[in-house]
């Protein structure tokens, strides 16, 4: 399973124009052989070779196989919003975060202190999520529960201007 950690107030590596437009293509189809992007960008193969590589170990980008939950058989995401107790952010975070329902997460201002994206199967399913597993993870005061009907819009191809 991909999964992508940011860390908090990590210093982000400085991107060229030959990095963003290497991400844009990519963003487009990840699968896209280096040779291909090198000669669309003009430049060398191993020029693109090398420059993905490192956007990827740096974490800057990452290749995977983006799904639709409702066609993988799990029929309920919902949003979470979570009021936290003060001081606990970080440590209540870790926890949500290590749950595997939970698809999204992050600390928010304003009304909510974290919001999350939990994929579920089912009703039943969101309903041990939110009653067994969130209320079990203490420090968290209160939820509210944005059940998803539809996507409207999901894109990856954004920052790479």
Known sequence: MAMRS???NGRRPALDDLDKAIIKCLQLDGRRPYAQIG???????ATVRQRAERLIS????????????????????A????????????E???????????????VTAGRFDLVCEVVC?????????????????????????????RFVKESYQWGAR
Request: net charge negative; glycine share 10%.
């Open 121 to 149: 199967a089912d009703n039943d399913h969101l309903l041990r999520v939110l009653t067994e597993q969130l209320a079990g993870i203490d420090g968290i005061r209160s939820t509210e529960t944005l059940v998803e009907l």
């Open 58 to 77: 740096r974490g800057v980008v990452q290749i995977v196989g983006v799904t639709d939950p409702l066609a993988m058989g799990f029929q309920q995401p």
């Open 39 to 45: 000669r669309e960008l003009k430049v060398p193969e």
């Open 79 to 90: 949003l979470i919003g979570l009021k936290v107790e003060p001081g606990r952010l970080d």
């Open 6 to 8: 940011i860390q908090p």
């Open 92 to 106: 209540i975070a870790q926890h949500i975060g290590a749950l595997e329902e939970v698809t999204y997460l992050v």
